[in-house]
């Protein structure tokens, strides 16, 4: 069974930073594809930044790019999304996802224009608050 559990979510204050955690289980390859999404209310889910675990290169869609951070723990089977100067319109859930197919590296180029449906696996959320 696949299992993805993101961790690191809560409330802050505008300015303020977080790092999101998501560790994945399950998986028998050693090298696939991870993203991490948002998804305002009332709006459409939103690709922020990919990686590819086997090269360690990582991609960025507008919204990600700047404050965002993605990295991976390749013996951990985790991956980050470290978050600075938050902000109110950075309210959202945030999910991460992973897919183990063996060509996905060359579909997460671009993060916010990518089909969300290129990753199988995803975690159920979690929450990032930001307000006074």
């Known amino acids: 069974q696949v299992k993805l559990v993101e961790s690191g979510g809560g409330s802050v204050q505008p300015g303020g930073s977080m790092r999101l955690s998501c560790e994945l289980s399950g998986y028998t390859v050693v090298n696939y594809c991870m993203g991490w999404f948002r998804q305002v209310a009332g709006k459409k889910r939103e690709g922020l930044a990919t990686?590819?675990?086997?090269?360690?290169?990582?991609y960025y869609g507008g919204a990600g790019k700047g404050r965002f951070t993605i990295s991976h723990d390749k013996k951990r089977n985790t991956h980050y999304l470290q978050m600075n100067n938050l902000q109110p319109g950075d309210t959202a859930m945030y999910y991460c996802?992973?897919?183990?197919?063996?060509?996905?590296?060359?579909?997460?180029?671009?993060?916010?224009?990518?089909?969300?449906?290129?990753?199988?696996?995803w975690g159920q959320g979690t929450q990032v608050t930001v307000s006074s």
């Open positions: 990686i590819y675990t086997e090269t360690g290169t990582t």
């Open positions: 996802a992973a897919d183990d197919t063996s060509w996905c590296w060359a579909r997460i180029a671009e993060p916010d224009r990518m089909n969300l449906s290129i990753f199988r696996d």
